[in-house]
Nanobody
Framework: QVQLVESGGGLVQPGGSLRLSCAASGFAFSTYYMSWVRQAPGKGPEWVSAISTGGGGTWYADSVKGRFTISRDNGKNTLYLQMNSLKPEDTALYYC???????????????WGQGTQVTVSS
């Protein structure tokens, strides 16, 4: 039973920072690429970032490149997303997901967590 539990979301002002965490269990975490996906109200899901099994390879959507940093701690079975210089457009429900991704490909919805809300507003 794959389980992904996100945390760290909240309300922040534009320009602020937030660090999301994802606790994984029920599978061999260190053998899978992992991703972050987000979904804003009324919008479809948007792949945000992905990381290779050992953390050496990282990929980002153009909209967050230079502002977000994905990382993982395989010893703790935990995935992270450091978000800096946040913009109102970043407001969304953020999901941790098992698998790689790209601007046109997201991991199976079967392997997403429950999500954590990020709201960027003054």
């Amino acid at each position: 039973q794959v389980q992904l539990v996100e945390s760290g979301g909240g309300l922040v002002q534009p320009g602020g920072s937030l660090r999301l965490s994802c606790a994984a269990s029920g599978f061999a975490f260190s053998t899978y690429y992992m991703s972050w996906v987000r979904q804003a109200p009324g919008k479809g899901p948007e792949w945000v970032s992905a990381i290779s099994t050992g953390g050496g390879g990282t990929w980002y959507a153009d909209s967050v490149k230079g502002r977000f940093t994905i990382s993982r701690d395989n010893g703790k079975n935990t995935l992270y997303l450091q978000m800096n210089s946040l913009k109102p457009e970043d407001t969304a429900l953020y999901y941790c997901a098992r698998g790689p991704g790209s601007p046109t490909t997201t991991p199976s919805r079967n392997y997403w967590g429950q999500g954590t809300q990020v709201t960027v507003s003054s």
